[in-house]
């Protein structure tokens, strides 16, 4: 009686704390009148991959809490290193003053890319970090006396971000139609999506054909483009659309012959989405400018930057201040966010996660194997701890599938009607099968009740 009376409570404490939500909190990435017709999910704590809401019912968090988590909620280690910072110095501002964190975390980094990204400015979101390396890229260029290289470059179907800036060099209609007015203009060029290949095509080609659009381009705009942004080895926005390396090469070797900066947002594929710490390594390449954030932190706190090479700093070393990059916010290099990145890169050298990781791909890869049969599904793929496949479904499968993934305690966000996995790096073999099982259950129950 009293295990049922306190189940009662906690219905009700949780069905308040959904009311008081909608009443107040105003959610991302949402139609909040469609929100009051499907319960928020309203969580009390997390451990391990799994969250758990106010009823004591557990969900696999299946996408890294928007790709963030990397090494589970409520990390142990982790939280040692925030809470031994937050006795030393929770913030301070790094105009005029530095601290250790900020300071090893830009060293880390660099080491990183073997000193080939020597500079770190410290943000706070993704879309912030693509804000300041546009800002740097055309700045770089401005003081170098080329002030016409005002325009960028972005691949089709790219997201980089929903502030303006960012949206400018977004290539998703449902973001950016409503601010098309606000936005500045940016030339978008064809997308290496290896599901686009034509007849006789493999991913190596459709690089081949979107890189050589590219190069039409620059032929004639070279001298007005300041910078191409992309997404390395996927775009995750497009419905985890994959491309293959050699597309990478072929886009650094044509900024380097027509004097254009690769800036790679790998905010969503960086911190060893994609099966090395960052996807340009599996192109043997290096961007002139590169933002990261989400998984940076561990899914703590937020954080992101933007690692420039020496020479983009160099344009900004001069006596003038206006010669001088002046962006900034207030929790610029925040210490605690930067200990929690510095603890992450402590767990990914001390427990080698790449190589972990790959082993656990394999084990989810053959608990997934039964997709290759499914009627219903098509271009089934995987980049590092990535995957997707496209299902033959109508308009409202995406919520469906959400919602009968919920029912069977996974939590996964379709794209339209790609499903897709990004889950966090601390699944052992037995919860990798179960997330497998899951995932293949609920999209039947959700073709099923269509």
């Known amino acids: 009686m009293e295990s049922r009376m306190h189940h009662r409570t906690h219905l009700t404490q949780s069905a308040e704390w959904r009311a008081r939500s909608l009443r107040h909190v105003w959610h991302p990435c949402t139609q909040m009148k469609r929100q009051a017709t499907l319960p928020l999910l309203a969580l009390s704590h997390g451990t391990g991959p799994w ?27 982790i939280n040692a290193a925030l809470n031994d910072q937050l006795s030393r110095l929770p913030h301070a501002m790094l105009a005029g003053c530095t601290h250790a964190p900020a300071v ?12 080939a990204l020597g500079h770190c400015f410290f943000a706070s979101d993704g879309a912030s970090a693509v804000e300041i390396a546009l800002k740097m890229s055309f700045h770089a260029w401005r003081n170098l006396g080329h002030d016409q290289k005002r325009e960028f470059v972005c691949i089709r179907h790219s997201y980089h971000g929903e502030t303006l800036g960012a949206l400018s060099v977004t290539d998703v209609a449902v973001f950016r139609n409503a601010y098309g007015p606000l936005l500045g203009h940016a030339h978008v060029v064809a997308s290496p999506d290896a599901r686009t290949a034509q007849a006789g095509e493999d991913a190596l080609a459709v690089a081949q054909r979107a890189a050589s659009d590219l190069q039409t381009l620059l032929e004639t705009r070279h001298a007005q483009i300041a910078a191409i942004i992309v997404e390395p080895l996927v775009q995750c926005a497009a419905g985890m659309a994959m491309h293959h390396p050699a597309y990478l090469r ?35 390449i290096w961007p002139d400018l590169m933002t990261l954030s989400k998984g940076i932190s561990g899914g703590t706190l937020p954080l992101s930057l933007v690692l420039s090479t020496d020479a983009i700093h160099e344009t900004f070393y001069d006596d003038q201040i206006a010669r001088g990059f002046l962006h900034s916010h207030s929790y610029t ?15 990914f050298d001390t427990d080698d996660v ?3 990781n790959r082993d656990r791909a394999a084990v989810l890869d053959a608990a997934l194997a039964p997709l290759q049969a499914h009627a219903a599904v098509h271009h089934i793929r995987r980049t590092g701890m990535i995957w997707a496949f496209d299902v033959a479904a109508d308009a409202g499968f995406g919520q469906r ?17 790609t499903v897709y996995l990004m889950p966090p790096y601390v699944l052992d073999d037995d ?20």
């Open 333 to 347: 290099g925040n210490p605690m966010a930067c200990r929690a990145a510095l603890a992450t890169l402590e767990i």
């Open 250 to 284: 072929r886009v650094r070797e044509l900024c380097d012959q027509y004097s254009v900066h690769l800036i790679a947002d790998e905010i969503a594929v960086g911190c060893g989405r994609t099966g090395s710490f960052f996807a340009c390594e599996q192109a043997e």
């Open 401 to 417: 599938y959400a919602s009968a993934a919920l029912a069977r305690g996974l939590l996964l966000r379709p794209i339209g009607n």
């Open 104 to 115: 090893e975390l830009a060293e880390r980094l660099s080491i990183l890319t073997g000193g």
């Open 51 to 77: 969250l758990v809401d106010m009823d004591g019912r557990r969900y696999l968090d299946g996408i890294s809490s928007w790709w963030v988590n990397l090494f589970g909620h409520a990390n142990t280690r």
């Open 354 to 356: 790449l190589a972990r």
């Open 431 to 450: 919860t990798a099968i179960w997330l497998a099982r899951q995932t293949l259950a609920a999209l039947d129950d959700a073709l099923e009740h269509h």
